[in-house]
């Protein structure tokens, strides 16, 4: 194989892949990207065969052919080359990288050997705004759960249903939900947990445009126009996050997103692990918020309110508040509370396609 492309476009392609790569595992070739000519562009692909990730790239072919290359390693070389014209040539396994005055060789593993990603069907597919699906797994994706043993709660559910699509993520203590209207076809009816690994890459990728989803009994495929992400699901049954939202709420407090948010942070710095709480008492035209950690210290800070219902008082642990904040650029947001010991819910001001979910703490 002899191949000769500019070093941004070979530096944009190896981080669009590399996210696939596995850093714990023992099979050798998973450490490695593959590389082979496609007509007049070269493809990357890399997989640590729960996820793939392939894409495109221009360049000039003079020899076809391909080979697996270490991924860390192509990485930096390419990276720290001048920008100019990259010419990387094959014999056997070993790879010579040339770049102006830079001459590098490495050894790479038969591309045979690699794992193939898989192709996935037209039939189950379906056409989405990249920058809509970017927004709603921002909006949901904090709330995944780390833990290994809630392993259907690792990911985000994608629930397709009568022209629907829903995301929803939760690690049993908080909720995100979000829905938008999208045409499909009327049979198209479909439940998966896509990991959070996916996800994550998926949101890193995304820009602006249409993308196609293909859907498959446990893979799903996000496809752009010159890049492939395909990822096994999940198994395992996803929570009942019906039962969770709350259908009705006594009080809804209007807040000002960057104050509240800032406030927050300042009371938030007097937790600890074991006190991880901070109190809101609210009434007419304020909010106190206050933590105590008694081995640390005390937090104290008032807040103006437009705010004429009853009293509460409620504890929510704070760094679910702040994903929440931290994660939407809407100037006003909702906290919809009913009393200390009910759930609350918080979402932009008079937006009703999304929602957060909260337990509270113990006062």
């Known amino acids: 194989m002899e191949v000769t492309c500019p070093k941004a476009e070979l530096v944009k392609g190896i981080q669009t892949v590399q996210g696939a790569i596995s850093t714990r595992t023992t099979l050798p070739i998973l450490s490695n990207l593959l590389l082979e000519t496609k007509e007049s562009e070269l493809h990357l692909a890399a997989t640590d065969l729960e996820i793939g990730i392939e894409c495109l790239i221009p360049a000039k072919i003079t020899d076809p052919g391909g080979v697996t290359i270490p991924a860390r390693k192509i990485g930096e070389i390419i990276r720290e080359l001048p920008e100019a014209e990259v010419k990387i040539s094959t014999k056997d396994s070993l790879i010579t990288i040339e770049c102006q005055k830079s001459v590098f060789k490495v050894s790479g593993l038969n591309r045979e050997d690699f794992p193939q990603i898989p192709q996935l069907e037209k039939e189950k597919s379906f056409i989405f705004r990249q920058e809509l699906l970017k927004k709603m797994l921002k909006r949901t994706s904090f709330a995944v759960s780390s833990e290994e043993t809630r392993h259907a709660l690792n990911g985000v559910l994608f629930s397709i249903n009568e022209n629907e699509l829903k995301l929803v993520a939760t690690d049993g203590r908080r ?59 999940l198994v395992g049954r996803f929570a009942d996050y019906n039962k969770v939202i709350p259908r009705k709420v006594k009080e809804k407090i209007v807040l000002l997103r960057e104050p509240f948010l800032s406030t927050l942070k300042r009371v938030a710095i007097l937790t600890s692990e074991k006190s991880n709480s901070v109190r809101l008492d609210i009434s007419k035209g304020r909010m106190m918020l206050t933590a105590i950690t008694p081995e640390v210290g005390e937090a104290k800070e008032e807040l103006d309110l437009n705010y004429q219902g009853e009293d509460i008082s409620i504890a929510f642990n704070p760094n679910y508040m702040l994903d929440f904040l931290k994660n939407e650029d809407a100037e006003e947001v909702y906290l919809e509370l009913t009393d200390s010991l009910s759930p609350g819910l918080m979402r932009p001001a008079g937006e009703e396609k999304y929602l957060y979910v909260i337990m509270p703490m113990k006062l």
Request: hydrophobic share 45%.
């Open 175 to 233: 909720l995100a939900y979000t829905k938008r209207k999208m045409e499909v076809s009327e049979n198209l009816k479909s439940d998966m947990i896509i990991p959070i690994k996916a996800v994550n890459e998926i949101s890193r990728i995304l820009e602006v445009g249409d993308l196609e989803i293909f859907l498959k009994e446990n893979q799903i495929a996000f496809c752009l126009d010159k890049i492939r992400i395909v990822s096994r699901l």
